[in-house]
């Protein structure tokens, strides 16, 4: 296990290890063999478990616990003819964290939900996101951003997101191991 900065990075059988440690469900005697064919498949139901965890954390957890990258570069986007921009997100993004293009007066970190009020305003020339007020729309795969002035060209100067990293390990801030207690066993 290896806790560099206070983060955790760990492959699938060492969170498979440690879900086992947090909820005692080590095996304590080593002098002797027990088999049974008539039981479940401990690890693979916990395997399933860590995953349903991990997954809730990636979409609940303080940012500060999770791993957090810039996306810029994997990021396709279409601007209307009103300046409204539509970013598809890469499949690793879990969950938009701050984004900023070019011109804006300021990042955006607090992102509105599809189909709320706030993202209905949006809807209107006169009362969505501008330069210096944007807007972000979270539609899951996507994102709307407002906006842009009529016939701007989009240019992405941030799209900082919450990942699930590529190569399948769990990556998390220590603090997040309080959690995994509180996470019921279904």
Not at 75 to 98: F, I, L, Q
Not at 101 to 118: A, I, K, Q
């Amino acid at each position: 296990m290896e806790n560099k900065n206070q983060y955790y990075e760990l492959t699938e059988q060492q969170m498979l290890q440690l879900w086992k440690e947090e909820h005692h469900l080590e095996q304590t005697r080593h002098d002797c063999v027990v088999e049974r064919t008539d039981g479940i498949d401990l690890d693979a139901w916990l395997t399933m478990q860590v995953r349903e965890w991990y997954g809730h954390l990636l979409e609940t957890a303080p940012v500060e616990w999770l791993p957090v990258e810039d996306v810029t570069n994997g990021v396709r986007m279409s601007v209307d003819s009103e300046g409204v921009v539509t970013a598809s997100v890469p499949v690793e993004c879990v969950r938009p964290v701050e984004w900023q293009l070019d011109g804006w007066s300021h990042s955006v970190t607090h992102f509105v939900e599809s189909g709320s009020v706030e993202a209905e305003v949006q809807q209107s020339v006169w009362t969505r996101g501008s330069k210096e007020h944007p807007a972000v729309v979270d539609c899951g795969s996507s994102l709307i951003l407002y906006s842009l002035a009529a016939g701007e060209r989009a240019v992405l100067r941030k799209a900082r997101c919450v990942v699930r990293p590529a190569d399948g390990t769990y990556k998390f801030h220590y603090a997040a191991l309080r959690t995994i207690r509180e996470f019921p066993l279904v």
